[in-house]
């Protein structure tokens, strides 16, 4: 067979395996579609399906088709981030600064903590740090993995429990644009490379020049035309911030957030998210299942996975239930913000994939964060949708904290 006859019967395979599952197992409720394509990648990588079938496995996921698949995960990812970028609204975090500012930090630096213990412990065995890793490096990634709500998949869910548009829903998203603009910024103080400084000064200095001048090319043009400027924009970043040794979606992320989101259609920007995850991100969730190994012992990683899950989630909700003492909020909404912000999902593969990229973690590493980012997701909607219910019936959806 043809590498194209082979690529196109991964194709399906990436794209009919999850739908089945999702749709005729009706999983939706504690597992959303792009919590089983995620599954699915890890049971279509080398772990799973090449330990069961490696002769199958070698023939659908050869090198010229893992290259192919690659190619459109790369660009799937970027957009991803872009879009995530643009969604970011400071303007509105800076007029709550200091309710914004307490929870988004809580939120951050408690779980953070927690994970960066649970990290230190991890390493004191071989086979969890990379080989160009730091120890430092592999501590803060791994604590910061444990930090990382999905921007993204938080907005999914919260339009599934009726909440985005809403005061409640909007101050959620304060809290997780204000920490994405955190987790990126340690990414990119973990991948500093003083060998590169140089070209990574260049960059920032070529970055804020190139964001004047597409500013105000931007309120210059239809809206149209934004659009495709926008993509043209984003390889450009992310050329230049993987030149620059910073990864190619710290550029795509940075393209994005120097973009205001009134710039574009609302409804138009929600379709194109949709499209975006429902026509290229599945080869991203199979192209990252293709990365997972289980060579330390699979009980091992399952530990490593139970142990920063236990990080992640008792930081996540330690960290807002004091931020909800501190600003006096009413009983309940403590506890599903901070279920609904220990979400993983996406942005923390996304960030475990840069870090793995530059070997700073191990695969090993890798699989145990990803296990992490899967459970925690499931989590989700099971445990909001009743609290939610219950904090609807005391008080009503959607207060700002101390309103009566």
């Known amino acids: 067979m043809t590498t194209i006859e082979i690529f196109l019967i991964a194709m399906l395979i990436i794209f009919s395996l999850p739908y089945l ?32 079938y490696p002769e199958y496995y070698a023939f659908v996921f050869n090198p010229e088709v893992i290259t192919a698949l690659n ?41 953070l903590a927690l994970g960066a213990v649970a990290a230190a412990f991890l390493l004191r065995f071989d086979g969890w740090i990379g080989p160009e890793g730091e120890y ?3 501590t803060l990634g791994i604590g910061m993995a444990c930090a990382v709500t999905a921007l993204p998949i938080l907005v999914l869910f919260m339009e599934k429990l009726a909440i985005l548009r809403q005061p409640l829903g909007q101050r959620i998203l304060r809290y997780a644009s204000l920490d994405d ?35 105000r090319l931007m309120v210059r043009v239809p809206e149209g035309d934004r659009w495709y400027l926008g993509l043209i924009w984003l390889a450009a970043c992310g050329l230049a911030g993987d030149w620059a ?11 994005g957030a120097v973009l205001d989101s009134e710039w574009f259609d609302q ?20 192209s990252t299942g293709l990365r997972t190994q289980w060579d330390v012992g699979g009980a091992a990683v399952f ?17 807002v239930h004091l931020a909800g003492r501190i600003l006096r909020w009413p009983r309940g909404e403590a506890s599903v913000i901070g279920w609904l ?10 960030f475990a994939n840069i870090l793995l990229d530059r070997q700073i973690i191990t695969s090993e590493t890798f699989t145990a964060l990803l296990l992490m980012a899967v459970a925690s997701t499931m989590l989700t909607i099971p445990i909001v949708k009743p609290r939610l219910e219950r904090m609807a019936e005391a008080q009503g959806i959607g207060r700002e904290p101390g309103s009566s």
């Open 245 to 255: 040794g910073l990864h190619f979606m710290v550029g795509a992320f940075l393209a």
């Open 181 to 215: 603009i955190a987790v990126w910024g340690v990414l990119a103080l973990i991948l500093l490379d003083w060998e590169r400084v140089g070209r990574q000064a260049a960059f920032l200095v070529g970055f804020a020049l190139a964001t004047w001048a597409v500013r």
């Open 136 to 138: 430092w490096q592999a």
């Open 21 to 52: 599952v999702w749709r005729l197992g009706r999983t939706d409720h504690y597992a959303p579609l792009v919590v089983v394509q995620i599954i699915a990648g890890i049971l279509l990588g080398p772990g799973v399906l090449g330990m069961a």
């Open 267 to 286: 409804r138009r920007m929600d379709l194109f998210r949709d499209h975006v995850l429902l026509a290229v991100m599945p080869v991203f969730f199979l």
């Open 71 to 111: 190619g459109v995960a790369w660009w799937a990812v970027m957009l991803f981030v872009f879009i995530a970028g643009i969604e970011l609204d400071l303007r509105q975090a800076w007029q709550a600064r200091r309710e914004t500012g307490i929870t988004a930090g809580l939120a951050l630096a408690v779980p």
């Open 341 to 350: 912000l220990q979400t993983k999902a996406l942005i923390m593969i996304i």
């Open 303 to 319: 530990g490593a996975a139970a142990l920063l899950l236990v990080a992640s989630v008792t930081g996540k909700l330690a960290g």
